[in-house]
């Protein structure tokens, strides 16, 4: 085991760790570069994490922490998945590449297992099968994980539309769209005409999606009963 350094700490290399991913994302993220952001050599990390996955097991604590932290606990199971998911979504938005780490991990952290724990109770008083709770809750955080992440995305196609080729980003698509038959593209031309891609990422189409959740729940407890 490498010397225990003393320069550094578990939390000055969770710290650095976050604002290396906001700058250069979880593909460019090495314990290589994270070293060199702390000044010390990349051995002495594994003093403290034993690879790269434990430190963003760690990392993943600490968002599931500041979930639970942030959830309000109250009303029937569906003002209780409803705040879940809103609490996570953003939540999420509070930490770079938050999305994709959840998705690297397994609850094997303390504050991971108490926000497993969190989202299995909101559904516990529930007339499910065990296993459709564990599906509910499963369902939903992939729900928000991809509203989250395909939100990000959107964002940074717009970007680099607005960067390779400047101006309205939409301009172009309108006019794509006008050279097109009514056959090939009239359903998708309205929606779009009406703000489809402004809707995407709103507060109001993840509550969409949220309703639309837990209608299809409830409709499962009827096929139950």
């Not at 705040?83 to 930490?95: C, F, I, K, N, P």
Request: charged share 25%; net charge negative.
């Amino acid at each position: 085991m490498p010397k225990q350094p003393t320069q550094v700490s578990e939390e000055t290399i969770l710290k650095a760790s976050w604002s290396l991913l906001e700058e250069g994302g979880i593909e460019k993220f090495s314990m290589r570069k994270l070293a060199v952001r702390l000044g010390i050599q990349a051995p002495s990390l594994y003093w403290y994490f034993k690879s790269k996955q434990d430190l963003y097991q760690r990392l993943v604590n600490q968002i599931s922490k500041k979930i639970v932290e942030e959830y309000d606990e109250d009303g029937d199971w569906k003002s209780q998945l409803t705040e879940l998911a809103t609490t996570v979504r953003r939540v999420l938005g509070q930490y770079p590449c938050s999305t994709q780490l959840m998705m690297m991990t397994l609850p094997h952290e303390p504050d991971m297992i108490r926000f497993t724990n969190l989202m299995l109770r909101c559904v516990e008083s529930t007339p499910l099968q065990e296993e459709q709770k564990l599906q509910v809750v499963m369902t939903l955080m992939n729900y928000v994980f991809y509203f989250v992440l395909d939100g990000e995305q959107h964002e940074r196609n717009v970007s680099t539309i607005v960067k390779e080729h400047g101006g309205d980003p939409g301009e172009e698509v309108t006019n794509l769209l006008e050279s097109m038959s009514e056959g090939d593209a009239g359903l998708f031309r309205r929606l779009f005409k009406n703000g489809m891609f402004d809707l995407m990422g709103t507060d109001s189409a993840f509550e969409f999606g949220l309703r639309v959740i837990v209608m299809g729940i409830e409709q499962v407890m009827k096929e139950n009963e």
